[in-house]
């Protein structure tokens, strides 16, 4: 398994408070993902990065910014969280350099409730 | 953007069956298809990439079609086992080097 790790794992927090994400690898993947996944959504991108720096939105980015500023490393902030901002939060890395046509290894999962 | 659809409803099935999940798409056919495993919990495992000129994958008791005339993808489990039972996604690539993953369909095999 890719080396991929997520914290928190849980977090409750209140809404219009700020909420950062991390994910973390080992593999010195290039890309890197954010998703949510809500029941009978399914996954749904909201970021990616395509190296240091260098970031790009999904579909459903508004409400989030991401940095990366080491490779293994890949920060999700909502900076002010909303009730409909509730989910579980995956993260995913891609060893292809150009991003194409390879397998997505995830992490565990955040579950992040905003009351 | 593409859009999939997987059937929303659980697959129940007998232990020792072939269990043939479905994944349709709606716009126009990706270079490759991917299926992914998800237990309660846990993030998506990788397994099988389809590419779009190959009709047919394996992998030990693991098959995949991929018909872009049809614009749909078969995954199936022979001699399934209640150890297969978990949440089977289907991904098709998006441009910007990007996949697009359908809601799942939950397997649940029972002895």
């Known amino acids: 398994d890719a080396g991929i790790t997520q914290s928190p794992r849980h977090k409750v927090t209140e809404t219009g408070t700020p909420v950062t994400l991390r994910c973390h690898q080992t593999?010195?993947?290039?890309?890197m993902y954010w998703y949510r996944q809500d029941p009978g959504h399914g996954l749904r991108l909201i970021h990616y990065?395509?190296?240091?720096?260098?970031?790009d939105k999904g579909e459903v980015s508004d409400g989030y910014s991401v940095s990366r500023s080491k490779t293994e490393d890949f920060l999700l902030t909502l900076e002010s969280a909303t009730s409909s901002q509730t989910s579980v939060y995956f993260c995913?890395?891609?060893?292809?350099?150009?991003?194409?046509?390879?397998?997505?290894?995830f992490g565990p999962g955040t579950r992040l409730t905003v009351l | 953007s593409q859009k999939i659809e997987q059937n929303s409803e659980a697959l129940n099935i007998q232990e020792g069956k072939t269990a043939t999940l479905t994944c349709n798409y709606t716009?126009?056919?990706?270079?490759?298809l991917q299926w992914y495993r998800q237990d309660p919990g846990r993030g998506p495992v990788f397994l099988l990439l389809i590419r779009e000129n190959e009709k047919e994958k394996r992998k030990e008791r693991l098959k995949v079609t991929f018909d872009t005339t049809l614009k749909q993808s078969l995954f199936h489990i022979t001699a399934s086992q209640p150890a297969d039972s978990a949440t089977y996604l289907c991904?098709?690539?998006?441009?910007?080097?990007?996949?697009?993953f359908g809601a799942g369909t939950i397997l649940r095999v029972k002895s």
């Open positions: 991904a098709l690539e998006e441009y910007g080097n990007k996949l697009v």
């Open positions: 990065s395509y190296g240091v720096k260098d970031t």
């Open positions: 995913a890395t891609t060893p292809s350099t150009s991003g194409a046509s390879d397998t997505q290894y």
């Open positions: 716009n126009y056919s990706p270079a490759y």
């Open positions: 593999e010195n993947h290039r890309y």
